[in-house]
């Protein structure tokens, strides 16, 4: 199995950009999957989480409101909308996956939830 996360780039601030998150080999529909972000000598980062059917969806206190994630279960795809990008938003983009369903919101913040990580896509934002 492998993430492969896509759709970084280099923008101004205030514009926007959808990242894709694409899953190959033997998915067979991950339950849980995650957006986290890295920024150079900062800790690991939530940003969203979403599960298997769409209808729950979790975001980090810092882009609620500016991110979208949304997943094509077809596709095995999923991808995070983000609008009026800033330029604490600048970092390495990684997405995750589980095969486990979680009950508590906690269990889609952290990172020991998901077993498979993808290579980030580097965001850079410039003021």
């Known amino acids: 199995v492998q993430l492969q996360a896509s759709g970084g780039g280099l923008l101004q601030a205030g514009g926007s950009l959808r990242l894709s998150c694409a899953a190959s080999?033997?998915?067979?529909?991950?339950?849980?999957v995650a957006w986290f972000r890295q920024a150079p000598g900062k800790d690991r980062e939530f940003v969203a989480a979403?599960?298997?059917?769409?209808?729950?969806?979790f975001y980090g206190d810092s882009v609620r409101g500016r991110f979208t994630i949304s997943r094509d279960n077809e596709k095995n795809a999923v991808y995070l909308q983000m609008n009026n990008l800033q330029p604490e938003d600048t970092a390495a983009y990684s997405c995750?996956?589980?095969?486990?369903?979680?009950?508590?919101?906690?269990?889609?913040?952290?990172?020991?939830?998901?077993?498979?990580w993808g290579q980030g896509t580097l965001v850079t934002v410039s003021s």
């Open positions: 995750a996956a589980s095969w486990q369903t979680y009950a508590s919101a906690r269990a889609h913040y952290t990172a020991r939830s998901y077993h498979y």
């Open positions: 080999g033997r998915t067979n529909g991950f339950r849980t």
């Open positions: 979403i599960n298997f059917s769409a209808e729950r969806t």
